[in-house]
């Protein structure tokens, strides 16, 4: 059971384009909602995270869009470049349960 | 400060046998977790352990296990091996469990290959 659905599976962008990732959560008790960024023969690592309380989330070229009654929420990557070339993952959590329930992950390129 | 850091890189063993896998946390952290990523299935959380105690478990068969040592580092146990146990096991570690949003912080990850 997939309690979190992220879409597209890839992405390829331009340089200079937006780049746009989709996730819906099934479980009404999430309240964290993270996105993690991989580059190959890496860990992930946090790019931005957003709670509930709040409709959208803005740092640097990177903005989450979050909509509490469509149980949906999104990545827009601003003026793609080069180096954003990775996997992005969508992830949720509630306090108590610690783990993250993580999306299946869009492989994002940018081509110059 | 150093990052989460695990060992080995890399794992080879074949059917049956068991593996066992290293996590360090950053320091200050107290809880560890595990989490597997097998090739086109993303992160699929296995084991969260802190101050010694597991506190959630994925939906994976009991020959995955782990402990948490006293000074927070954390083993992941994987017995009786089978292929599709094949995939690079990510550790994570945090803060604790005041606030889910303690950063999970991850290391680079052991990469298993079951022959």
């Known amino acids: 059971q997939q309690q979190v659905k992220q879409s597209p599976q890839s992405l390829i962008v331009q340089k200079g384009g937006i780049s746009i990732i989709n996730c819906a959560y099934e479980?009404?008790?999430?309240?964290?909602f993270p996105w993690y960024q991989q580059f190959p023969g890496k860990g992930p690592a946090l790019l931005i995270a957003i709670r509930p309380d709040v409709s959208e989330k803005k740092e640097g070229r990177f903005t989450i869009s979050f909509n509490k009654s469509a149980k949906q929420f999104s990545l827009h990557i601003m003026d793609s470049q080069p180096g954003d070339s990775a996997t992005y993952f969508c992830a949720a959590s509630t306090d108590s349960w610690g783990k993250l329930q993580f999306g299946a992950g869009t492989q994002v390129v940018v081509t110059p | 400060e150093a990052g989460v850091t695990q060992s080995p890189t890399h794992l080879i063993k074949t059917r049956g046998q068991q593996a066992t896998l290293r996590c360090s946390p950053i320091?200050?952290?107290?809880?560890v977790y595990w989490y597997q990523q097998a090739l086109g299935l993303g992160l699929q959380f296995l084991l969260w352990?802190?101050?010694?105690?597991?506190?959630n478990r994925g939906n994976f068969p009991p020959r995955f296990s782990g402990r948490q040592f006293p000074n927070y580092s954390s083993e992941l146990n994987v017995n009786a091996l089978e292929l599709e146990d094949s995939a690079l096991y990510l550790c994570?570690?945090?803060?604790?469990?005041?606030?889910?949003?303690?950063?999970?912080?991850f290391g680079p990850g052991t990469r298993l290959t079951v022959l």
């Open positions: 352990y802190d101050e010694g105690e597991e506190r």
């Open positions: 994570a570690s945090s803060f604790g469990t005041l606030s889910v949003t303690d950063t999970q912080y």
């Open positions: 479980n009404t008790a999430f309240d964290y």
């Open positions: 320091s200050g952290h107290t809880s």
